[in-house]
């Protein structure tokens, strides 16, 4: 499995951008692709994931993120808006086969990331 991110850069808060992980190397649709964000000297944390028909989201991000899932083209996007300085770090897109989970460690294949800065 393979999974390339883009779409980060610099915006002001208010402002929005669009990340896409596009994945390849096996059948997309038997993965689950979820989104993490790492802040400067912070942890990993998960953001979003759709399974199925349910979308889930940290509480963080709810009302200002969405995620979608175009099977079609073996990519998941996350739209963000309203975005805020705390959002700013590296969002990585990860793979796991079935069975969603908050857990980074349980996400077995993992996209370069793609730095968002959202400035003040």
């Known amino acids: 499995v393979q999974l390339q991110a883009s779409g980060g850069g610099l915006v002001q808060a208010g402002g929005s951008l669009r990340l896409s992980c596009a994945f390849s190397?096996?059948?997309?649709?038997?993965?689950?692709v979820a989104w993490f964000h790492q802040a400067p000297g912070k942890e990993r944390e998960f953001v979003a994931t759709?399974?199925?028909?349910?979308?889930i989201y940290i509480d963080s991000v709810k009302g200002r993120f969405t995620i979608a899932r175009v099977n079609a083209k073996s990519t998941v996007y996350l739209q963000m808006n309203s975005l805020k300085p705390e959002d700013t770090g590296v969002y990585y897109c990860?793979?796991?086969?079935?069975?969603?989970?908050?857990?980074?460690?349980?996400?077995?294949?993992w996209g370069q990331g793609t730095l968002v800065t959202v400035s003040s």
């Open positions: 759709v399974a199925g028909d349910t979308w």
């Open positions: 190397g096996r059948t997309f649709s038997n993965y689950i």
């Open positions: 990860a793979a796991k086969e079935s069975g969603f989970s908050y857990n980074h460690d349980d996400y077995n294949y």
